[in-house]
């Protein structure tokens, strides 16, 4: 008797660790059982501490918010699937924009380091000029300002790169 009592102590301790309330109210029905330790695995100030470094953690590992110098309202396009047409949706936002009465600047920046279509789609090509402070001037076709990695790399090479490299290549490719 003191075996299965002792088994059932265990399967609803565990039982309330992993499953939840119910299953420990339906152990604890079995007449074999008479008590039920009631325990909590988390210590409030460990909890707190573990808190703080995880936002600690999430403040240093995200990138720092900052402006795009001469841009004023950014529409952003993605996805997490490739194919999917997002190069085709912002080509054609862009070019909507571009025929709204109040005439605004329109500029397309695409991301995309690794497939980059943009000058495909809008017919651009050659190495943008730079300015006297080494900035990219983008090229522009409809009217439309257009940067991309396409047009800086040859479209017959690979483009291998990781991590840090791909950050740089963006922040250059906004600034």
């Given at each position: ?57 999430m403040r ?72 006297p402070q ?16 396409g047009l ?24």
């Amino acid at each position: 008797m003191n075996k299965t009592i002792f088994n059932m102590k265990t399967i609803a301790l565990w039982s309330k660790c992993h499953f939840g309330p119910s299953v420990v109210e339906m152990a604890t029905k079995s007449p074999a059982i008479t008590t039920i330790a009631r325990f909590s695995t988390k210590d409030p100030k460990k909890s707190e501490a573990l808190k703080a470094r995880q936002e600690e953690l999430m403040r240093r590992s995200l990138p720092k918010r900052k402006s795009i110098p001469g841009v004023d309202n950014v529409i952003l396009v993605s996805s997490g699937k490739g194919g999917v047409g997002k190069s085709t949706v912002s080509v054609n936002i862009a070019a909507a924009l571009m025929q709204h009465k109040s005439n605004p600047a329109v500029g397309i920046l695409d991301a995309d380091l690794f497939g980059p279509s943009l000058p495909t789609m809008m017919n651009v090509s050659g190495l943008p000029e730079l300015t006297p402070q080494n900035n990219m001037i983008p090229l522009v076709n409809f009217g439309i300002k257009c940067m991309s990695m396409g047009l800086l790399v040859d479209p017959k090479n690979a483009v291998v790169w990781r991590g840090p490299m791909v950050m740089g290549a963006l922040n250059k490719l906004l600034n």
